[in-house]
């Protein structure tokens, strides 16, 4: 199970901002260029990505661009957010930082009463984020 | 380091994990509402009895959610920028999932073989919650 992004031109731009952030490499990225010569995408679109997939910790972050013919642009929702759980309070802080920068914290990163070091973010693209790093102590 | 899709609802998260469980089986890990909380959160009774926290494997991953108490901040708004991404292990699971997802909801692209090389179908849940079942073959 994993959970699918969709942008309105600039999924491209956020799947590097999320490397530049976690680091790795994009397992899988196409663009509308090299699809089927029958799909409905205007020139302009055919260098937006198609489909992207960048292994995130257990799972995958993947996403696309939304062509204009295929249904109306995404709507930002605030219903879900990305849950992350990393290996270090180290690794927590220096992601949360980068993740924030120009977006906005929602609950800074604190002890919380369920025993986990806990922060939340919504970063400069409109996705929310949670970090959770339970410590062994 | 793991990932995970964490969904807030705006009183009715027990009703739509319930709704998960009946499709693909399995247990709650943990269920917690808000009476199990610290006491000092400033709740009404009617929302002590709400989700805290909820966390259901599926698959070899976790989804989690809770509800959000307008205590806590602006109800949840419902985008169309996420959905769920499911690989299935057969086309038969595949087509059982749909049905039962889609079923008093809307069916955005109905389970076909896809130029990709899976057998793929998307579909919105009557809660608002957005699904694509894909099958490698």
Not at chain 1, 78 to 102: C, M
Not at chain 2, 48 to 69: E, R, W
């Amino acid at each position: 199970m994993n959970i699918y992004l969709f942008f309105n031109g600039n999924c491209r731009e956020v799947f590097e901002f999320y490397r530049s952030v976690f680091g790795g490499d994009f397992a899988f990225v196409t663009t509308f260029r090299e699809g089927p010569g029958d799909m409905d995408v205007t020139e302009e679109e055919l260098d937006n990505i198609m489909h992207i997939s960048f292994p995130l910790g257990s799972g995958y972050l993947m996403g696309s661009d939304v062509p204009a013919s295929f249904r109306p642009p995404p709507v930002v929702g605030d219903n879900f957010s990305i849950s992350i759980e990393p290996t270090s309070v180290g690794e927590t802080e220096e992601q949360f930082a980068k993740l924030s920068e120009g977006g906005n914290v929602i609950t800074p990163l604190e002890k919380q009463f369920w025993g986990a070091y806990h922060g939340s973010c919504i970063d400069k693209f409109g996705i929310s984020w949670q970090f959770n790093y339970s410590s062994q102590e | 380091m793991s990932l995970t899709i964490y969904l807030y609802f705006n009183g009715n998260c027990r009703e739509v994990f319930e709704f998960y469980r009946s499709i693909f089986g399995g247990e709650f890990e943990m269920i917690s509402t808000f009476r199990e909380g610290p006491e000092d959160m400033p709740l009404p009774e009617d929302v002590l009895n709400q989700v805290m926290h909820v966390s259901y494997p599926i698959g070899s991953s976790v989804l989690m959610g809770s509800d959000m108490p307008s205590e806590f901040g602006p109800t949840p708004v419902q985008g169309s920028n996420f959905s769920i991404s499911y690989t299935s292990s057969s086309r038969e699971e595949a087509d059982e999932l749909f049905a039962k997802l889609s079923d008093g909801g809307t069916v955005t692209m109905p389970m076909e073989d896809q130029f990709w090389g899976a057998y793929f179908g998307s579909c919105i849940d009557k809660f608002g919650i957005s699904w694509q079942l894909n099958t490698e073959h």
